[in-house]
């Protein structure tokens, strides 16, 4: 099994700066790695998959790097709707798709 | 627009089967190269994704849960089904169908999911 580490587990952030989340996993997942938002009561929403490719109506200010097992979310300015948690998810390894614990992103 | 929708009880007696039935709508569950799959989230914990099935209707399960679940599909209805048998307050979670779509080079995420659905396990 995969695992998917994320850090920090909670992350303070005052609206309009910067944000980034990190993802790590125990062992190469390629470009397979997708990060999604939850918003409470709201199931995850799709942001980024492939690593770097935003989903279809994902604003601009969201995006995605990283390979093989370090991978990163950067939120270039936090807006009032972007305080939620982020999970990032591994879909490479058969059968086994997993996903890291989450990162909070709480107003500061 | 593609939309699932889950349904099923919300509670369920302590070694029974849980059973959950996901209707997707605004596309064919049999057409396309589409894995509809059922995860799961205990109360303010992570996402745990329990298995899959294919167009083809195959199926894979996370390890950890595969001698307890079954997934299955209905074209005719276009649904396909979740059942977890011998539950215990472990499986108490919301339950969530969603689908992974085929993005060629970029692999399979999950682009539609549903609303989730509560389900407790008490007796």
């Known amino acids: 099994e995969i695992v998917m580490t994320q850090s920090p587990a909670t992350l303070s952030v005052s609206p309009g700066e910067r944000a980034t989340l990190s993802c790590r996993a125990s062992?190469?997942?390629?470009?397979?790695l997708a990060w999604y938002q939850q918003k409470p009561g709201q199931a995850p929403r799709l942001l980024i998959y492939g690593a770097s490719t935003r989903a279809t109506g994902i604003p601009a200010r969201f995006s995605g790097s990283g390979s093989g097992t370090e991978f990163t979310l950067t939120i270039s300015s936090l807006q009032s709707e972007d305080f939620a948690v982020y999970y990032c998810?591994?879909?490479?390894?058969?059968?086994?798709?997993?996903f890291g614990q989450g990162t909070k992103v709480e107003i500061k | 627009q593609v939309q699932l929708q889950e349904s099923g009880p919300g509670l369920v007696k302590p070694s029974q089967t849980l059973s959950l039935t996901c209707t997707v709508s605004?596309?064919?569950?049999?057409?396309?190269?589409?894995?509809w799959s059922w995860i799961r989230q205990p109360a303010g914990k992570g996402l745990e994704w329990i298995g899959r099935i294919y167009t083809s209707g195959s199926t894979n399960y996370n390890p950890s849960l595969k001698s307890r679940v079954t997934i299955s599909v209905d074209t005719s209805k276009n649904q396909f089904s979740l059942k977890l048998s011998s539950v215990t307050a472990a499986d108490t979670a919301v339950y969530y169908c969603?689908?992974?779509?085929?993005?060629?080079?970029?692999?399979?995420?999950?682009?539609?999911w549903g609303q989730g659905t509560l389900v407790t396990v008490s007796s």
């Open positions: 605004g596309g064919s569950i049999s057409s396309g190269s589409y894995y």
């Open positions: 062992q190469s997942v390629s470009s397979n």
């Open positions: 998810q591994q879909y490479n390894n058969w059968p086994l798709w997993t």
């Open positions: 969603a689908r992974a779509g085929d993005y060629g080079d970029y692999g399979t995420p999950f682009d539609y």
